[in-house]
């Protein structure tokens, strides 16, 4: 009876670590579904401009192109808008404005290191998928995911790719390229 038990109680942690495992494989795979990050709603009242004498005077330089963003109304996780302005050749600088409060987020990529990014996002999600290059001539490009939740940037996936079918296009299409898709 007892070798019965013991029986039941290894196949049972070996189920939990398993569907342990396979729940942590379901996040990885899911770090770049817009679907697996949705907001409940969108903000629909009134805007709400950021204080750029105030709270937001870091900010000051890009009011126009923020305040431009934000007036063309909700683009990203229910409530935001995201302005991504030049800053040179290949170099962009994004900020994230909440149009219910009007603060604003600097974002974890950008400038000179992050060579052409480009940005995915949705607004009924708090996931943002980006592109970059890490080169100068624009063969070798990295993915990555990060999810906006409080006010905070969490990162998710990393992918590395080289090659214009990869690198080149959607961003989407070329995230699943890299995974192999």
């Not at 963003?69 to 909700?74: I, L, T, W």
């Not at 990162?155 to 390229?177: F, P, R, Y």
Request: include cysteine.
């Amino acid at each position: 009876m007892e070798s019965i038990g013991l029986g039941i109680l290894k196949a049972l942690g070996m189920a939990c670590v398993l569907a342990a495992f396979s729940q942590g494989v379901a996040q990885a795979a899911d770090s770049f579904d817009f679907a697996v990050h949705r907001v409940d709603a969108v903000y629909e009242g009134k805007l709400s401009l950021p204080d750029f004498k105030g709270r937001d005077k870091d900010f000051a330089l890009f009011k126009t192109r923020i305040t431009e963003a934000m007036k063309a109304g909700v683009t990203f996780a229910g409530e935001y808008s995201v302005a991504q302005f030049g800053c040179g050749s290949g170099c962009t600088n994004v900020v994230v404005a909440s149009n219910r409060t009007g603060q604003l987020y600097s974002f974890p990529r950008g400038g000179e290191n992050n060579q052409g990014l480009e940005l995915k996002f949705d607004r009924h999600s708090n996931l943002m998928v980006m592109r970059w290059y890490t080169d100068s001539s624009w063969e070798s490009c990295i993915f990555e995911s990060f999810v906006f939740n409080d006010g905070r940037w969490i990162a998710g996936d990393a992918l590395a790719s080289k090659g214009d079918e990869t690198c080149s296009g959607d961003v989407i299409a070329g995230v699943n390229k890299a995974r192999g898709h």
